[in-house]
T-cell receptor
């Protein structure tokens, strides 16, 4: 089992560009989520999904889009990158309350 | 909605000293409580969790935490800190049930260990 795999690990974007952060899990977990981590603010929930075809907003959803076409994949799309989206992004999946986190994507928007 | 407060942004201890990291939560029902540790540039590692039962829970790396409902607290402790414990620590509360519940994190406490 690879667990939760995030790609890329690092990314630099220019303001206004779009991109997709990839997240894949091989544990057949129904629940998946995206968090962003900023200094002094902990991790904040962006979007989450309780199964294929079902997504919902978290605490800080603006500027991000998600979809869940399969159980395994939960990509996060930045529609038009802004410097305020510079952050470290973590994807997580879970069964019950047993969370598995990916290793993160460090995104810089210039 | 649930919330978590970690009052200490940064704590410095000497190696071999005892450690207590504070965590206060807000949630109307019995919460699920977690402590995670993150080393620089790394992902999150689960130290311990509380779901129900014994209010003193043991975790990995010699850590323990005590759930005190009356104080809405879930403080993390270690009797003797090692230099390798230097990291950032996050308390988190899960609420809303295991199907639709969400995990809410505190702001984090950075631990520095002096030799």
């Amino acid at each position: 089992n690879a667990g939760v795999t995030q790609t890329p690990k690092f990314q630099v974007l220019k303001t206004g560009q779009s991109m997709t952060l990839q997240c894949a899990q091989d544990m057949n977990h129904e629940y998946m989520s995206w968090y962003r981590q900023d200094p002094g603010m902990g991790l904040r929930l962006i979007h989450y999904s309780v199964g294929a075809g079902i997504t919902d907003q978290g605490e800080v959803p603006n500027g991000y889009n998600v979809s869940r076409s399969t159980t395994e994949d939960f990509p996060l799309r930045l529609l038009s990158a802004a410097p305020s989206q510079t952050s470290v992004y973590f994807c997580a999946s879970r069964i019950g309350y047993g969370y598995t986190f990916g290793s993160g994507t460090r995104l810089t928007v210039v | 909605a649930q919330s978590v407060t970690q009052p200490d942004i940064h704590i410095t201890v000497s190696e071999g000293a005892s450690l207590e990291l504070r965590c206060n939560y807000s949630y109307g029902a019995t919460p699920y409580l977690f402590w995670y540790v993150q080393s620089p540039g790394q992902g999150l590692q689960l130290l311990l969790k509380y779901f129900s039962g014994d209010t003193l829970v043991q975790g990995i790396k010699g850590f323990e935490a005590e759930f005190k409902r009356s104080q809405s607290s879930f403080n993390l402790r270690k009797p003797s800190v090692h230099w390798s414990d230097a990291a950032e620590y996050f308390c988190a509360v899960g609420a809303g049930g295991t199907s639709y519940g969400k995990l809410t994190f505190g702001q984090g406490t950075i631990l520095t260990v002096h030799p």
